[in-house]
């Protein structure tokens, strides 16, 4: 187990020198009421007493219900500031206008909620002097589990090395609010929706693959099939560079 005394410690460092070099006054980041976004909160609230968070419901009615609750109960135990944005009105005018071009593919609709975000989190940053703080972890990227654009995008990312394993680790050690800790991991991208069952593989068993390498036939299978199929996830975009 790693030394959570220590890593908070460093990770506070990393963004203070993160926000300075980038002449930033404050941060802010999607306060989506799950485990990566919490830990987020807490340590650049720990890091930036400017650090605002945004509760960004958008159609899915878990948006409005457990996980708002969830956020706001994060948000008063650590003094973080807290708005909310309701995207639904945007996310179906989007549908609207994207009808009259194309038909929508259930991937591409589900994409839209986290691309809206990210949308109005850069908005708010560019309007506040902010940096956006990524919320994504390495069980996640490993998988490609994120939205390209989406929640794969930001200025930062502070625990982008820590596995699911460890988030939950961390927010014990920092006594982050049970309602967090105990829930299933979801994206919340449509009602009824969880990591674990989407993907047909345990974040435990996705953790135990990439701590030892080894994992049962059935993990093995799924983890390296979503790893190849999400690799143009993890690099940067081709650009074309003169041979001249």
Not at 91 to 99: F, I, P, S
Not at 108 to 128: D, I, K, T
Not at 230 to 236: C, L
Request: a negative charge; one cysteine or more.
């Amino acid at each position: 187990m790693r030394d959570y005394k220590k890593e908070l410690e460093r990770r506070t460092a990393f963004i203070r020198a993160v926000l300075q070099d980038a002449g930033a006054s404050g941060i802010v980041f999607g306060n989506s009421g799950g485990k990566d976004s919490a830990l987020v909160g807490i340590l650049c609230k720990a890091a930036c007493p400017d650090t605002l968070g945004i509760i960004l419901p958008c159609a899915s009615k878990r948006n409005f219900g457990a996980d708002a609750q969830d956020a706001a109960a994060v948000a008063a135990q650590f003094g973080i500031e807290t708005r909310t944005l309701d995207l639904t009105a945007v996310r179906a005018a989007a549908v609207e206008a994207l009808g009259g071009v194309t038909q929508l593919t259930d991937a591409a609709l589900a994409n839209l909620a986290p691309r809206l975000r990210m949308l109005s989190l850069y908005a708010v940053a560019a309007s506040e002097n902010r940096l956006v703080a990524g919320t994504g972890n390495r069980s996640e990227a490993y998988m490609g589990y994120f939205t390209k654009w989406g929640d794969g995008a930001y200025d930062f990312n502070p625990i982008g090395d820590l596995t699911v394993t460890e988030i939950y680790e961390f927010l014990e050690y920092l006594h982050a609010p049970r309602c967090v800790i105990d829930k299933a991991p979801s994206a919340a991208l449509f009602d009824g929706q969880t990591d674990e069952a989407e993907m047909g593989v345990t974040y435990a068993g996705i953790d135990r693959f990439l701590f030892t390498g080894e994992a049962t036939e059935h993990d093995r299978r799924i983890i390296e099939r979503y790893h190849r199929g999400s690799a143009h996830k993890r690099r940067m975009p081709p650009v074309y560079a003169s041979e001249e």
